[in-house]
């Protein structure tokens, strides 16, 4: 077996980590790989970009951030990761840095691998398409200001939902703890399949999220009446600023992530310890 750790050394304790997890694979005699900026102890170097094709499995270490960027690369490879948690909440994150024991079981093949909802997002302006983006946990159509309205159009199979809203959440069910619970939405088993539309401080006592099934497509059009600057943000990081009326279009990925989960705690059980709800674990 191989395995790549691609850690985010900004986040409190992964250079730790990194080693400790060193010592444990060399012990298990399971090849692993560092990216080449890195150094560390019992690991093997190449170019970030090779591991996908090397590595059996990728092990990132770090927040919700960094698992979300590593296992949407990794879904182009239909590689598995696992995330370990350095960052704060870590909903992503499967095992906690006082866990590191239970990578054996990758050895041994005692995992579960759960497939992950993730986005195909795509800009598309006089009928041209200009960008495209995948998400794994939400698109966010806002406007550049606080508090600055804008007017949003959501398009399903020819019918039209109108928000006036600061801004306006499509999610995956994995990213319903995110953003979207946040500005109200629910909580969403992440292995189903959906999409959950959520408007930002809606201008109307009436918008309440929505749930659409996975195979809809969703046609969004925004624009201010003051000439407010409008973006649109994919997984919390601002990609693309959004002219008056172009088109984007939301529609599920072809590519799942892949998230291996080696605890027997189930998503209940970590949304539960993640709020601090001790006594139900």
């Given at each position: 077996m191989v395995v790549a750790v691609i850690p985010n050394l900004d986040k409190r304790g992964a250079a730790d980590v990194v080693e400790?997890?060193?010592?444990?694979?060399?012990?298990?005699?399971?090849?692993?790989?560092?990216?080449?900026?890195i150094c560390?102890?019992?690991?093997?170097?190449?170019?970030?970009?090779e591991l996908y094709n090397l590595a059996d499995i990728i092990i990132t270490i770090g927040g919700d951030g960094t698992i979300i960027r590593y296992s949407k690369r990794a879904a182009?490879?239909?590689k598995p990761v696992l995330g370990i948690n350095a960052g704060r909440m870590g909903y992503l994150a499967n095992?906690?840095?006082?866990?590191?024991?239970?990578?054996?079981?990758l050895k041994t093949k005692e995992y579960v691998i759960e497939k992950r909802m993730m986005l195909s997002v795509s800009i598309v302006e006089n009928g041209r398409l200009v960008n495209e983006f995948t998400a794994l946990n939400d698109a966010v159509i806002t406007s550049g200001f606080i508090s600055r309205i804008v007017d949003i159009s959501v398009g399903v199979e020819g019918d039209y939902v109108n928000y006036r809203a600061d801004g306006?959440?499509?999610?995956?069910?994995?990213?319903?703890?995110?953003?979207?619970?946040?500005?109200?939405?629910?909580i969403i088993d992440p292995l189903i399949q959906s999409f959950c539309i959520t408007p930002i401080c809606s201008h109307s006592l009436s918008a309440k999220p929505i749930l659409l099934g996975a195979d809809n497509q969703i046609k969004v059009k925004a624009f201010s009446k003051k000439r407010t600057?409008?973006?649109?943000?994919?997984?919390?990081?601002?990609?693309s600023a959004v002219k008056p009326y172009t088109e984007i279009y939301i529609k599920k990925s072809p590519n799942m992530a892949q998230m291996i989960r080696l605890n027997d705690r189930?998503?209940?059980?970590?949304?539960?310890?993640?709020?601090?709800?001790?006594?139900?674990?």
């Open positions: 400790k997890l060193g010592v444990i694979l060399k012990r298990e005699n399971i090849t692993a790989y560092l990216p080449d900026s560390g102890t019992n690991f093997l170097h190449a170019p970030e970009d182009r490879d239909n095992i906690e840095q006082n866990e590191l024991e239970l990578i054996s079981k306006l959440i499509i999610s995956t069910p994995t990213g319903s703890t995110a953003y979207s619970m946040s500005a109200g939405g629910p600057d409008i973006f649109l943000t994919i997984d919390g990081r601002k990609v189930s998503f209940y059980k970590t949304l539960s310890y993640k709020f601090k709800d001790y006594r139900s674990i």
